[in-house]
């Protein structure tokens, strides 16, 4: 079984920076593609970012493309994502994900472990 943590969430003012953490164990992560998933109150949870097994390839919603950037350390069993110029809009719990297999996916039904998810609030 593999278990995912995220850590890295807080409060932040509009255009500040976090980065987010999501430390795997149970099984190496290296084997799983990674994705980033948030949901804002009141809505559907929503595709964020998505890295391959051996990051070759990442993707990105296009409402964070150019500010986001996810990447991992297999070597540390850990996925990040870098968040730059964050926006109120961006205010929601992050989760990482992952799932077996090459490539990425955008879908949440594709992913087979989940992390509770850490909280991000942007202040304008």
């Known amino acids: 079984q593999l278990q995912l943590v995220e850590s890295g969430g807080g409060l932040v003012q509009a255009g500040g920076s976090l980065r987010l953490s999501c430390a795997a164990s149970g099984r190496t992560a290296s084997s799983y593609g990674m994705g980033w998933f948030r949901q804002a109150p009141g809505k559907e949870r929503e595709f964020v970012a998505a890295i391959s097994r051996i990051s070759d390839l990442a993707y990105y919603a296009d409402s964070v493309k150019g500010r986001f950037t996810v990447s991992r350390d297999n070597a540390k069993n850990t996925v990040y994502l870098q968040m730059n110029n964050l926006k109120p809009e961006d205010t929601a719990v992050y989760s990482c994900?992952?799932?077996?297999?090459?490539?990425?996916?955008?879908?949440?039904?594709?992913?087979?472990?989940w992390g509770r998810g850490t909280q991000v609030t942007v202040s304008s």
């Open positions: 994900a992952a799932r077996g297999g090459f490539g990425i996916n955008i879908h949440e039904q594709e992913y087979d472990y």
